[in-house]
């Protein structure tokens, strides 16, 4: 029988999260302003000023965020200027997130530029999107690291 690690079950979420079909679509020739509130998948191609909650999102390359994200995945192709709160996050090349960040898992793929605070794998965390973060908890600012890919 075998045993489940955090690891298996981040997989487990990442995995469910990826096979959701796309519920909605905000297309690149919209763009709103206020509060976003939805369930299942959305996808952003377009611009939004106000902050979103919800379970799975995505914002394209073509899509900006002016707010700030809670979600039990975050998918960033495209440019966000606000705080992301998520069980998963994962930042994609050419993406630029300016906020602090506060993950449960997260990925970050060369070339994405990330501007902030970021906390990542923490206990209250993984346990629950909602919960307030202890003061005393280590943070790390981060720099951007050299790209592996560029040679010398």
Not at 59 to 83: A, Y
Not at 94 to 108: D, M
């Amino acid at each position: 029988m075998a045993m489940f690690t955090k690891k298996d079950d981040v997989q487990e979420e990442i995995q469910k999260a990826e096979s959701e079909a796309i519920s909605s679509i905000i297309d690149k020739t919209m763009t709103i302003t206020g509060e976003i509130t939805f369930q299942g998948k959305t996808r952003i191609d377009g611009l939004i000023n106000g902050n979103i909650k919800g379970e799975h999102l995505i914002l394209s390359e073509t899509g900006k965020v002016t707010g700030d994200i809670t979600s039990s995945s975050f998918n960033c192709f495209g440019h966000l200027e606000g705080n992301v709160k998520a069980n998963i996050i994962t930042a994609r090349k050419n993406c630029s997130i300016h906020g602090r960040l506060e993950a449960g898992s997260l990925t970050v793929e060369p070339g994405a530029a990330l501007d902030g605070e970021i906390k990542a794998a923490t206990k209250d965390l993984v346990s629950g999107i909602g919960k307030k973060a202890a003061p005393s908890q280590q943070t790390a600012a981060v720099t951007p690291a050299a790209n592996p890919d560029k040679k010398k």
